[in-house]
């Protein structure tokens, strides 16, 4: 009987947890007992914009092509991730659809065992440009980044012209009416910049299936945070709530980034993602990989190791067997040291403090 229990306990545990071998998977859980299976790799430093709370105004120094990853490398790193029970992976950057690769890359990653989803985090410039083929690669999600509808606003927030938003805006319409599971547009609310469009971004959701996320600004070497510039999402639902009545909360995943509601009467829904005043870092399930090959365990954090030099040991970026076991525990020990929330750091000044990367050289 009690050999029977057991049993019934294990196939339900293997069930639960998407049939994950027992070894690997633990690998990847962290001393919080946060399994990690969500992995974003950014694919370029590089971007067509320079966005204020991105990319410093002297720009950043460019790092060297032998430095990069290469897309095969890309590929290795993300089937040895797979294979640690890594089941989703966003492309990020820079902007992503600058790497000439890009679908190439989408078409290798589904093909990868284990992954099921492969999504992209874009400004949405040359989407409209990529989408058929990406779709036809196989993306499942695209996430747009878009601080505001004025024109005017757009040429101060991303430092180039105006006229660069109706492109973004083409990108957007092409998503939207493609066949994507998802199509999520994200907007760094800025007190004093565009707080006075929350309400023309919630009215994007009536008629599409869009989901509008208001992100709390953050700070990152170079991009002049400041306190004044801030403006907390419990203030946004209130500025938000007077003109469209009560939100719904919906059900949110326990990873979920985003609190997440309905509006009534919208097809589409809003979201907000609280990094500093409420974090949502007890249902993390996300690790980074930087375009140099550094492995970041915690957006906030400083600590890195590097994966791209442990591939590259001995002059091959050849996958033997031996070197995808050092890179396994390697990796593994970076998620156990892990901290519970924001990379150790207490407090927004001392974020502000400590951020030796801008957001770009790290990936959004």
């Known amino acids: 009987m009690l050999r029977k229990l057991t049993q019934t306990i294990r196939a339900f545990s293997t069930q639960a947890l998407g049939e994950i071998p027992v070894r690997q998977r633990a690998n990847l859980v962290d001393s919080f007992n946060r399994e990690h299976t969500y992995l974003r790799i950014?694919?370029?430093e590089r971007c067509n914009l320079r966005c204020q709370y991105c990319m410093p105004l002297e720009g950043v120094d460019l790092?060297?092509?032998p430095e990069l990853l290469t897309t095969k490398e890309?590929?290795?790193?993300?089937?040895?991730f797979a294979r640690q029970g890594v089941n989703k992976i966003r492309l990020t950057g820079g902007e992503p659809l600058?790497?000439?690769d890009i679908v190439y890359l989408v078409e290798k990653l589904k093909d990868i065992d284990g992954i099921k989803t492969v999504a992209l985090t874009t400004n949405g410039v040359t989407l409209a440009r990529h989408l058929p083929g990406l779709i036809n690669a196989g993306l499942d999600n695209v996430n747009i980044s878009l601080d505001t509808l004025v024109p005017e606003k757009f040429e101060f927030i991303g430092r180039r012209p105006a006229a660069t938003l109706s492109k973004v805006l083409k990108g957007i319409r092409a998503a939207i009416d493609s066949p994507?599971?998802?199509v999520k547009l994200n907007t760094v609310i800025m007190k004093g910049v565009n707080e006075d469009e929350l309400c023309d971004f919630v009215a994007l959701t009536t008629e599409d299936r869009i989901s509008v996320r208001f992100l709390e600004f953050m700070p990152f070497s170079g991009n002049a945070w400041s306190q004044r510039k801030f403006i907390p999402y419990q203030a946004q639902i209130e500025i938000i709530e007077k003109h469209f009545g009560r939100l719904q909360r919906d059900d949110d995943e326990r990873s979920s980034t985003s609190m997440n509601y309905s509006v009534d009467g919208h097809v589409g829904s809003i979201g907000f993602i609280s990094s500093m005043s409420r974090n949502f870092c007890g249902g993390c399930n996300r690790l980074r990989?930087?375009?140099d090959g550094n492995l970041?365990?915690?957006l906030f954090g400083k600590?890195?190791?590097s994966l791209r030099d442990i591939l590259r040991d001995e002059g091959s970026a050849s996958l033997s067997t031996k070197k995808e076991e050092e890179l396994v525990s390697v990796i593994g020990a970076a998620v156990r040291r892990k901290n519970f929330s924001h990379g150790g750091y207490y407090g927004i000044e001392e974020i502000k403090r400590e951020m030796k990367r801008p957001m770009i050289l790290i990936g959004g």
């Open 74 to 80: 890309i590929l290795q790193l993300a089937g040895i």
């Open 296 to 298: 970041k365990v915690c």
């Open 180 to 182: 994507l599971q998802s």
């Open 289 to 291: 990989l930087t375009h």
């Open 303 to 305: 600590d890195e190791v």
């Open 63 to 65: 790092t060297s092509s």
């Open 42 to 44: 950014s694919i370029t």
């Open 98 to 100: 600058i790497n000439k």
